[in-house]
């Protein structure tokens, strides 16, 4: 258990759905960094936040948004879900600066039909 | 545009040698490098870093190495055991004062596979 927890781990939705995913960073970590990974590609940054506030955004679809709350547990919501959205998405955590590198959680497996 | 590349998707090592993993990155503003190890239906998990003022950092069977003139890092396990068989994902950070987030930008990974 690496502290990060990610729910729900699998997930089978319809395209044009909406679904929300949820991630608990390790205690005490204040910045939570969402990533996307398709087949066969590597890691995509989506987006990161700090102590509850966006701080950086890397290629993330205008049908994703995320939010970190007061508990730092974060969302990251997928609208309009299409074919092409099914990959696993990341969560991971950090205290600060990630030079040492950060958490990950086990990821939640998203599969749209 | 990718920043953090692997070109190896795969490589194949006998038990006891050595393992060399590859990874070129093209932005200069990279000062933190790291590895990160992933089993199948596990999230990935960090191995080892380097700060780019040095060049080589040891721990135990890991070694990685980073050569600047050429933006090339790369990951030895010596000696592979059939338990390193997995994904390795090179990673880099933007130095501190240029924007600096923390963020990490991945490489596509490459799969090792260690054979008995």
């Known amino acids: 258990d690496s502290g990060v927890t990610q729910t729900p781990k699998h997930l089978i939705t319809a395209t044009g759905q909406r679904v929300t995913l949820r991630c608990s960073p390790r205690?005490?970590?204040?910045?939570v960094y969402w990533y996307q990974q398709s087949l066969d590609q590597g890691l995509q940054f989506l987006i990161q936040?700090?102590?509850?506030?966006?701080?950086a955004k890397g290629n993330i679809l205008e049908r994703f948004s995320a939010q970190q709350f007061p508990d730092l547990h974060s969302e990251l919501n997928l609208s309009s879900l299409e074919l092409g959205d099914s990959a696993l998405y990341f969560c991971?955590?950090?205290?600060?600066?990630?030079?040492?590198?950060?958490?990950f959680g086990s990821g939640t497996r998203l599969t749209v039909v | 545009d990718q920043q953090v590349k692997q070109n190896s998707p795969s490589l194949s090592v006998q038990e006891g040698r050595i393992s060399i993993l590859n990874c070129d990155y093209t932005?200069?503003?990279?000062?933190?490098f790291l590895w990160y190890k992933k089993y199948p239906a596990e999230g990935p998990t960090f191995l080892i870093s380097?700060?780019?003022?040095?060049d080589k950092n040891e721990d135990g069977r890991f070694t990685v190495f980073l050569n600047k003139s050429a933006k090339h890092l790369s990951l030895h396990i010596v000696p592979s055991q059939p338990g390193d068989s997995a994904v390795y994902f090179c990673a880099a950070s933007v130095r501190r004062g240029s924007g600096n987030t923390g963020k990490l930008i991945f490489g596509q990974g490459t799969t090792l596979q260690v054979k008995p």
């Open positions: 380097i700060s780019s003022i040095k």
């Open positions: 991971a955590s950090s205290v600060a600066r990630a030079n040492y590198g950060y958490t």
């Open positions: 932005n200069s503003m990279f000062d933190y």
């Open positions: 936040y700090y102590n509850g506030e966006e701080r």
């Open positions: 205690s005490g970590d204040l910045s």
